[in-house]
């Protein structure tokens, strides 16, 4: 069989690949690469000048059979996508409310376009955030612009492990970081002396690692002994690759160096007065995550009962949050079910068990003695300790 005979039978075997295949259609990938590959076969047929009728025939047939074939793979995304408003609606059954329009006020208008522009700039998006200022006229002093540009600038830093301008930054607010009794600084310089200890000499090695420590390290013996005394100690289970398997193996591993970002992120943003988490975030991740969906569901619910909410500060329903939203205690004391508060704080007896003030006071014998309601050892009322959580 000559060279033209023989691609004229692959065209056919391709073209009838489809038809004679039972079972699931191959993927659509798969069907437009075979595709491809029979029109580059007549292609290369048309430019040797051995193209036939028959050819084009053949090929009329595997570019249906394929059509055929992406349409059936297609079938299943069309019917994915028909179940998906079903299944919304069976999951979230309740509507979310309706409210008159907001921010109609020209304050409440401004209010709203400032914090967008702060959104915009906390999160690194300067041109989007320069754009929308232009655009709404929103008032953001330079000042602030250029503080948000070096807090990104400096955070892009860190992620291409250049620790340079956040110590820099930390060595100039030393005193606010003190206050704050931030870590911030010393992890920063423990962070490059690590990245001296694994990298090789001239530029790393134990001896550069050993300088840095001389001469950055004193200053943070009195709060952070523990951890400088370990971080002495791993030089001698070197080389790397006998550290990695040793007791102080953590300090060679990168997730070290991950919580730099988000700690410094946290301390310039507290320098400028302002919350660690971005305010659009939270309401968004508090808010999309079903906050509301229970809000107006308990809403509807005391409707119907023809009941107000009795406390202004309090919702009437508990609403999941994540810990990094959580700012107050949410200790409830096991003998009162009452929530914790300032007036009531948790109190920890001699035993080792945890009730609030006013439990405790209850429960207390004359004398000042108190018994623990879930343990059989007595201990004095004035022997308790506050505990903040």
């Known amino acids: ?49 051995t193209a036939t009728d028959e050819t084009l025939t053949i090929l009329s047939k595997t570019v249906e059979s394929r059509k055929k074939e992406v349409d059936e793979r297609q079938k299943e995304v069309y019917n994915a996508l028909a179940k998906i408003g079903k299944a919304l609606d069976k999951k979230f059954q309740t509507p979310l409310p309706t409210y008159a329009p ?28 320069e754009t929308f200022i232009e655009e709404s006229n929103v008032d953001i002093d330079a000042d602030t612009r250029l503080k948000f540009k070096e807090l990104h600038e400096i955070v892009t830093a860190l992620k291409e492990q250049d620790i340079g301008p956040a110590l820099e930054w930390a060595e100039r607010n030393r005193t606010f970081l003190q206050k704050r009794s931030s870590p911030l600084e010393f992890l920063l310089h423990r962070s490059r002396y690590t990245r001296y200890l694994l990298s090789p000499p001239p530029d790393g090695g134990d001896c550069a690692a050993i300088t840095y ?23 001698l289970y070197l080389p790397v690759s006998r550290l990695q398997t040793s007791p102080y193996a953590d300090l060679a591993s990168p997730s070290m ?12 943003c507290a320098s400028l007065g302002m919350s660690r988490q971005v305010p ?9 995550g079903g906050a509301l969906a229970r809000i107006e569901k308990a809403r509807s619910v005391m409707r119907e009962r023809k009941s107000e909410w009795s406390h202004t500060e ?37 035993c080792g068990h945890v009730i609030t003030k006013d439990s405790l006071q209850k429960l207390s014998k004359p004398g000042g003695r108190v018994k623990c309601p879930y343990c059989p050892v007595e201990s004095q009322v004035g022997a308790a300790l506050r505990v903040h959580f």
């Open 1 to 49: 069989m000559d060279a033209p005979l023989k691609e004229l039978a692959k065209l056919q075997k391709l073209a009838g690949d489809s038809s004679s295949s039972k079972g699931k259609s191959p993927s659509i990938n798969d069907s437009l690469d075979s595709l491809l590959q029979s029109l580059q076969e007549v292609k290369d047929r048309l430019q040797v000048g």
């Open 102 to 129: 907001l921010f109609q006020s020209e304050s409440a208008h401004a209010t709203l376009e400032r914090t967008i522009a702060l959104h915009f700039l906390r999160t690194g998006q300067s041109k989007t955030a």
């Open 213 to 235: 420590a001389k001469s950055y390290f004193p200053p943070f013996y009195s709060q952070h002994e523990p951890e400088i005394r370990r971080l002495m100690c791993c030089l």
């Open 257 to 268: 160096h991950l919580d730099l970002e988000p700690m410094f992120a946290k301390e310039y």
């Open 280 to 288: 659009l975030r939270v309401v968004g991740d508090i808010g999309g």
């Open 314 to 350: 309090e919702l009437p329903i508990e609403i999941p949050l994540p810990p990094e939203n959580r700012y107050h205690s949410i200790f409830a004391c096991p003998v009162s079910k009452e929530q914790s508060t300032d007036q009531n704080p948790p109190m920890l007896m001699g």
